[in-house]
């Protein structure tokens, strides 16, 4: 009985105890209002645009690049945990990035710092192909956990997640993998955070800041919050995971400022939307919501319709050739090779808009009479190479190399290099080695003139001169790789006398380029490299036949086959062209087409012809259009999935931008 009655009073008092307890404590309440914060746009919130920070606009979206030497951004820690005196035990991370080139330094997209300024409490740091999160443990120590995955150098953007507990951390890239780590010190319980700042794209120094672009940086506590952001209906659809993963839709925000509500992301299939159909224009997917996940129904490959007329773009003199290239988080730039002679002497480079669909003026470059431009990169620097043409009457002239200036954004002179009468220039790589090759079309005493090749030193950040190579009136050189082994093509169009030359195919061997191959040609102006389905061919562009007693523009340009077992090209095709300067090779979808630059004595309006490949029966005439006389064209593709050719009017300021209409 009075064993029974201490048992009776023992329970009881733990009752008592508990309500106690419980009266005098009260629930814990969350560290933050909202489920998610927006660290990034809180530390961009202080001004429109802060001093250093560059905004850049892919696809609707803004990307923001960092400068050196920009202000430090960042939001204290007390503006974010309002209602808590430790960081919480339980939370994820999320970043959206990109980067051009994986760099050995470590890179921090954002660091808390504490009230010292110096002592990191969480960072988030890249190397290479290394993602860290570090965090503190006690005294100053600092625990890593790293991440590797070679997507993190590719240069394309990336969403990484980074989930904290007590004990594991799980770093899930792009929701297509992910990786858990236990932790070998626990995340500790009582990180006071009082006086601690978060900085973003930096650790509060000049060294080891991000250099690439950020696009989101989210902290959400508690739950994994790629269980949030991604679905299986990801899984064969990696195209849209960063574009969704960079929204905001279906990931919690709280009323906070946000950097990205333009963009568009994936809608979830839930129980809601059953048998909701979703169409994507990018690549035409039809897809259904069932079953809690997104089916495709069908894919189509884009074919080519029909062209329409654009848009133009205005130059400074009559173009004779055109260039377009991409340089990563800056956009398309399109560079224009001008004649200048009695008018202005300046070639441009113009930048496509997005918002207004069209090539604006971007910067103006001196030339002297300008017949090419040349994009290349050599790591992560790029260039732009012009060939000048000269108005010295002896033919001796130099040509010039432009160096991309990230700070400055814009192209500037890093090297002059003599040429005689230069229609362009070729670059290549050869076991890791950066070469160009110039075109060297005559002196004032002879059309035979060496051309030469160029090695990079990157001790001197210098090209020098390589390999001399005997040409004959050279018009174009084309590098181009089959296996292991390296050829190059030159296009010998006149001799001064006759335009029925021998133009010549070379092949690297050991330490320099011999002969391989003679072909027969007609005022050769161009050679165009191109693969259909594991094949190889080359199709050159004859400009003119001096044995023709009339009509000599209108001439065969040819396509040939390279056969490995024989190492040579035969002839497929030939072509009908008239003063063909350039062969222009292009897909869309699954369908490779070729088309030729017409040109004439006279300023007629001519039919420029596009080609599709048809298996047996080669090349085939599908579309045929008047143009005006041009000596280039040349094709692109937005972001946004619109596909155009643009051609290079030699009698006129104005070229035209012509639309690829799909079906």
Same mark, same amino acid.
């Given at each position: ?121 969480? *960072? ?31 240069? *394309? ?107 568009? *992301? ?88 997005? +918002? ?119 018009? +174009? ?72 007693? +009339? ?113």
């Amino acid at each position: 009985m009075h064993m029974l009655f201490q048992r009776w009073a023992t329970i009881i008092w733990l009752l008592i105890e508990m309500i106690n307890m419980a009266s005098s404590k009260p629930l814990p309440l969350p560290c933050i209002e909202a489920d998610t914060v927006d660290i990034l746009g809180l530390s961009l919130a202080e001004t429109v645009v802060p001093t250093g920070v560059e905004i850049i606009k892919e696809n609707g979206v803004n990307g923001y690049r960092f400068d050196v030497e920009s202000r430090l951004l960042g939001v204290s820690a007390a503006e974010i945990l309002t209602r808590c005196q430790y960081f919480p035990i339980e939370f994820s991370l999320v970043v959206t990035f990109r980067r051009e080139v994986p760099k050995n330094d470590n890179e921090y997209i954002l660091t808390l710092l504490g009230q010292d300024r110096k002592t990191i409490f969480i *960072g988030v740091r890249l190397q290479r192909e290394m993602l860290h999160f570090d965090y503190h443990v006690r005294n100053g120590q600092i625990r890593s956990v790293a991440y590797k995955n070679t997507r993190l150098a590719d240069g *394309g953007w990336h969403t990484a997640v980074i989930t904290v507990t007590r004990n594991h951390v799980k770093f899930t890239l792009s929701c297509m993998q992910s990786s858990t780590s236990e932790l070998r010190h626990s995340f500790p319980r009582k990180l006071i955070v009082k006086g601690s700042r978060f900085h973003v794209a930096s650790r509060r120094r000049k060294r080891n800041r991000f250099s690439g672009m950020l696009r989101q940086v989210k902290l959400m506590l508690g739950a994994d919050a790629s269980n949030y952001l991604c679905s299986s209906a990801y899984e064969h659809n990696p195209s849209w995971i960063e574009s969704s993963l960079s929204s905001n839709k279906n990931f919690p925000t709280g009323n906070l400022p946000n950097i990205n509500n333009d963009t568009r *992301g994936k809608t979830f299939c839930g129980d809601e939307n059953i048998g909701q159909l979703m169409y994507h224009k990018s690549n035409r997917v039809l897809e259904m919501c069932e079953d809690h996940r997104w089916k495709r129904l069908s894919t189509t490959h884009e074919k080519l319709d029909y062209l329409v007329d654009f848009g133009d773009v205005l130059t400074k003199s009559k173009p004779l050739d055109i260039e377009i290239f991409e340089i990563s988080g800056e956009g398309i730039f399109l560079a224009t090779a001008n004649q200048g002679r009695d008018r202005n002497m300046d070639s441009s480079i113009y930048k496509w808009s997005n +918002d207004d669909k069209k090539f604006v003026t971007f910067q103006s470059i001196t030339t002297d009479i300008a017949r090419s431009w040349k994009y290349f990169k050599i790591e992560n620097q790029h260039f732009l190479a012009v060939a000048n043409h000269g108005s010295n009457e002896h033919g001796e002239v130099h040509s010039a190399i432009y160096r991309w200036n990230r700070k400055r954004r814009k192209f500037l002179l890093k090297q002059n290099i003599r040429t005689f009468s230069a229609r362009s220039w070729e670059s290549f790589i050869i076991n890791g080695d950066h070469y160009l090759v110039i075109a060297n079309y005559a002196s004032d005493k002879s059309h035979t003139q060496r051309s030469y090749v160029y090695k990079w030193n990157s001790d001197h950040s210098t090209f020098i001169s390589y390999q001399p190579l005997d040409t004959i009136g050279a018009y +174009d050189f084309e590098h181009f790789k089959v296996g292991d082994k390296h050829y190059l093509a030159v296009a010998n169009s006149y001799d001064g006398v006759q335009t029925r030359l021998h133009s010549v195919i070379y092949q690297w061997r050991l330490l320099n380029f011999v002969p391989l191959q003679y072909v027969e040609t007609f005022g050769a102006t161009d050679w165009e490299y191109f693969q259909i389905s594991g094949r190889h061919f080359l199709a050159v562009a004859n400009y003119y036949d001096h044995e023709l007693t +009339d009509n000599r523009y209108v001439v065969d340009s040819s396509v040939y086959e390279f056969l490995p077992e024989i190492n040579q090209f035969i002839k497929l095709q030939d072509i009908k062209t008239q003063g063909a300067l350039d062969m222009e090779f292009f897909t869309v979808g699954k369908d490779s087409f070729l088309i030729a630059s017409s040109t004439s004595d006279n300023n007629e309006k001519l039919n420029s012809v596009i080609y599709r490949w048809q298996g047996i029966e080669n090349f085939v005439p599908v579309h045929t259009f008047s143009t005006s006389p041009c000596a280039d064209w040349e094709s692109f593709r937005t972001k946004e999935g619109d596909q155009f050719l643009v051609s290079a009017n030699i009698n006129s300021r104005i070229s035209k931008i012509l639309q690829i209409i799909t079906f």
